[in-house]
């Protein structure tokens, strides 16, 4: 695998702090919130039909969050994405629920045909679903699938012509090329609503200071699966989610490329 612009992302959160344009999970967006700025980005959460174009001409990056979408919202997320695609930033794209609904999983095909997605972050079900894949689905939690998460992240790289990354026990990073395993994180991170989606706050706000959105996609799955680690390692007895939740954004927010190159196990 190509050496990975850790360095280069760290750094240009550090000095260029990007605007990170997030329509999103009503259920999460303080967290994502939060997260963004943890990392070292602004984050701004503007859905409004009659203001979407012109906040996503001012941002760095596009978070688009199927989460709690709504008619309305899928309008929003057009436009934003359409304005994205012109200025030419990254739209990061979290196909929540996707294979659950018809729904949900029409518009998500629907929005693929009318905007550039760069980057997509789901799990296993969510991702396999937006390749014309069956399987079995509960709301927002992955099922059982045949391929292993890094076969499925390169062919989906491939359909899709995006980077693809597939949170689960193992992340799996692909750009149909290029591909990593990211065996670090926590069984607590999926005790705590939000993780998935404050995962793709993290990504927008690396790709927002970055060309290589595979390095984008592989340093921000890489600091919050470290991060709960991390977090993880500091519960006391008769501490438990609440506090592991404080601890995964105080990690966040130290994160650094240091760290993040010492305990970060990839393959």
Not at 141 to 150: I, N, P, R, V, Y
Not at 166 to 173: L, Y
Request: charge should be negative; aromatic fraction near 4%; proline fraction near 2%.
């Amino acid at each position: 695998m190509e050496q990975l612009s850790v360095n280069q992302i760290f750094r240009g959160l550090e000095t260029g702090k990007p605007l990170i344009h997030q329509i999103t999970n009503n259920v999460t967006i303080n967290d994502c919130a939060n997260a963004t700025l943890a990392i070292g980005a602004s984050p701004v959460m503007a859905t409004s039909i009659e203001e979407v174009e012109a906040m996503a001409g001012l941002a760095d990056a596009l978070v688009i969050n199927f989460g709690t979408i709504t008619a309305d919202m899928y309008e929003s997320m057009v436009l934003a994405g359409k304005a994205a695609n012109r200025k030419g930033i990254p739209v990061v794209f979290d196909p929540v629920g996707v294979g659950a609904t018809p729904y949900r999983t029409q518009k998500a095909m629907d929005y693929m045909k009318k905007v550039k997605v760069d980057i997509v972050r789901g799990n296993g079900t969510e991702v396999y679903a937006l390749i014309g894949g069956q399987a079995n689905t509960r709301g927002v939690d992955a099922g059982e699938l045949s391929l292993t998460h890094t076969e499925l992240a390169k062919l989906a790289a491939e359909k899709l012509n995006a980077v693809i990354v597939i949170s689960g026990k193992h992340d799996a990073i692909s750009d149909g090329t290029r591909v990593a395993e990211i065996e670090n994180g926590d069984i607590w991170l999926t005790a705590v609503t939000g993780t998935g989606c404050m995962t793709t706050s993290l990504i927008a706000s690396c790709a927002g200071v970055s060309e290589d959105y595979f390095s984008a996609a592989v340093v921000g799955m890489g600091v919050m699966s470290l991060a709960g680690e991390r977090a993880r390692r500091k519960i006391s007895d008769g501490e438990g989610i609440g506090t592991f939740k404080v601890k995964l954004m105080d990690e966040i927010f130290t994160m650094n490329e240091t760290v993040w190159e010492r305990e970060v196990i990839l393959r």
